[in-house]
């Protein structure tokens, strides 16, 4: 089992059972994550530095107009796809085996938490993982200490408030307040 092979299978929406071969790439390519997540978050560096390093994390390769501001944590990397002018500010944490897309012109306030894992309730299954994926639109603003979780689209201009707990869909247009973030208010698009 490779990478190729954990990725079709997370990408798929299948359960990794926890005594799986599956497992056992998804912690080694953990491991790569913590060790690129380790350097960037060992001191300053360039803006272009930070990129490249994304990019090694990621596997794909990081927009010039995209900022990272760290530290910045992912246990996983391989199934982030970042849009264009995106800026990430610091103490995000990406749990991303699921997969988290984040759209273009996006705005990620301090300590957001992306979770695409939730582990099984039967306590005999509890080391197996069911994916889903996380998929943020265009233009969309998430305020500091939001937590967004599995399964989660968030429309296109949409805004999560600070501390909301995202459970699910956030339509586009619109404000999201609270834990779980309920809609509270509509936007005009522009």
């Known amino acids: ?19 799986s071969p599956l497992h056992q790439v998804m912690h080694r390519v953990s491991q790569d994550a913590l060790r690129i997540t380790g350097e960037l978050n060992s ?43 995106i800026f990430i500010n610091s103490g995000c944490k990406f749990q991303d085996q699921g997969g988290v897309v984040i759209g273009d012109d996006c705005l990620i306030g301090h300590n957001t938490v992306m979770a695409t894992l939730n582990h099984d309730l039967t306590p005999s299954r509890r080391a197996d993982m069911h994916p889903a994926p996380i998929v943020v639109g265009r233009n969309v603003w998430i305020g500091s200490n939001a937590t967004v979780l599995p399964g989660v689209t968030i429309g296109d201009n949409a805004v999560v408030a600070a501390a909301s707990v995202v459970t699910k869909d956030v339509p586009e247009n619109t404000i ?7 809609v509270v208010r509509s936007l005009l698009s522009s």
Do not use: C
């Not at 089992?1 to 005594?19: F, P, S």
């Open 1 to 19: 089992m490779e990478l190729d092979d954990l990725l079709e299978v997370l990408n798929a929406g299948q359960t990794i059972r926890g005594d």
């Open 43 to 85: 001191g300053y560096h360039e803006p272009a530095r930070v990129r490249e390093l994304l990019s090694q994390l990621t596997g794909k390769p990081v927009d010039e107009s995209v900022t990272v501001f760290p530290p910045f944590y992912s246990d996983f990397g391989k199934n982030i796809t970042l849009g264009k002018r």
């Open 176 to 182: 999201v307040v609270g834990s779980p973030a309920r």
